[in-house]
């Protein structure tokens, strides 16, 4: 069982940059591959990055790529976004998730793919 809790949402201009943090406890982390979703208000929950259990296999989705970085730290449990460049259209609630996922088959890009999930923080991008 891991638990995760998502820290580091805020309201940025266009523009600028906010680095989202995800804290999971559960001595499985370092096994698990981990993933940000995020959701905009009236739009299905889609796919940001994922990171595989050792942090050496990353993918993005191509609307953050070359924007967005996703890294892990597993002595201290935690993933991180570091998002730059920030559109209006990245506004949305982002979602840590994580799951015993193998990036051999894939990256894991799905929602359905991930059974441990965190409760969401709000980003917010002005124009």
């Known amino acids: 069982q891991v638990q995760l809790v998502e820290s580091g949402g805020g309201l940025v201009q266009a523009g600028g940059s906010l680095r989202l943090s995800c804290a999971a406890s559960?001595?499985?982390?370092?096994?698990?591959?981990m993933g940000w979703f995020r959701q905009a208000p009236g739009k299905e929950r889609e796919f940001v990055a994922a990171?595989?259990?050792?942090?050496?296999?990353?993918y993005y989705a191509d609307s953050v790529k070359g924007r967005f970085t996703i890294a892990r730290d597993n002595a201290k449990s935690t993933v991180s976004l570091q998002m730059n460049s920030l559109k209006p259209e990245d506004t949305a609630v982002y979602y840590c998730?994580?799951?015993?996922?193998?990036?051999?088959?894939?990256?894991?890009?799905?929602?359905?793919?991930?059974?441990?999930w965190g409760q969401g923080t709000q980003v917010t991008v002005s124009s």
């Open positions: 990171i595989s259990w050792s942090g050496y296999n990353t």
């Open positions: 998730a994580g799951g015993a996922l193998d990036f051999r088959y894939g990256p894991p890009t799905g929602v359905q793919e991930y059974p441990y």
């Open positions: 559960g001595r499985t982390f370092s096994r698990h591959a």
